[in-house]
């Protein structure tokens, strides 16, 4: 079973694949981004460092991919990993444009098809105020400049991406607006079990609406 998280910067991937990981036994993979030398730069000035950064993404997600996905799924293993590959095309879109952006799908068509699909996709929604909000509690340096404009738009991106099918791929939607899964099991719980309903995976219980933390309305 191979499990891939997806979603907009900042809301909760690699949390959720870490609190998942228990409970479906299986190896972890998380997305290395720290590594990138141009990401820094990138966030303060998107246009000069964009076909760098892209591309650095692109061959490390590949490595990433073909080493550590490629030998938990060789060894059997129940695996979870908190992005896709196919992610790295929707960043490509929105940050390249003209011979940059041809050069960088002919590089990602290629590698692509040397990359194992998972068996589901776990596509996180939020809205773009609440994906802000996380984005600033986390607080890592890179992203404290963070502009609004550009996580609205891989907000549309990401909507427009999922909404078309994927790869024959399954993918479960869900509004995480008013979940949080590091404070409420409850929360957690109702995550994981939508998850085994549509893998098939015992036990599990019909879904049921949850109580969360959203407001009264007025």
Same mark, same amino acid.
């Given at each position: 079973?191979?499990?891939? #998280? ?48 892209q #591309? ?50 002919? %590089? ?21 105020? %609440? ?5 600033a509690?986390?607080?890592? &340096? ?8 550009? #996580? ?5 991106a ?6 078309? &099918? ?22 957690l719980?109702?995550?994981?079990n939508? #998850?085994?309903? %549509? ?6 219980? &019909? ?7 959203? &407001?009264?309305?007025?």
């Amino acid at each position: 079973m191979y499990i891939a #998280i997806e979603g907009v910067i900042g809301v909760g991937k690699t949390t959720l694949a870490r609190l998942l990981q228990p409970a479906f036994q299986a190896e972890l993979v998380l997305e290395i981004f720290e590594e990138n030398p141009f990401l820094s730069d990138f966030y303060a000035d998107r246009a000069r460092y964009a076909f760098q950064t892209q #591309i650095f993404f692109l061959l490390s997600r590949y490595r990433q991919q073909r080493q550590n996905v490629a030998m938990a799924l060789a060894t059997g293993k129940n695996l979870i990993t908190d992005y896709t590959f196919a992610k790295d095309s929707i960043f490509a879109r929105i940050n390249l444009c003209g011979d940059e952006l041809e050069m960088y799908h002919r %590089v990602h068509e290629a590698l692509a098809e040397k990359i194992p699909q998972p068996d589901l996709v776990v596509y996180l929604r939020a809205d773009t105020d %609440v994906l802000m909000q996380r984005i600033a509690l986390r607080d890592r &340096p890179y992203e404290r400049h963070m502009e609004r404009t550009y #996580i609205e738009e891989l907000h549309r991106a990401y909507e427009e991406f999922f909404s078309k &099918p994927y790869d024959h791929t399954p993918v479960l939607a869900i509004d995480t607006n008013h979940l949080n899964v590091v404070q409420n099991p409850e929360h957690l719980r109702h995550i994981e079990n939508r #998850i085994r309903q %549509v893998l098939g995976i015992p036990p599990y219980q &019909p879904t049921l609406p949850i109580e969360t933390d959203r &407001p009264p309305r007025s």
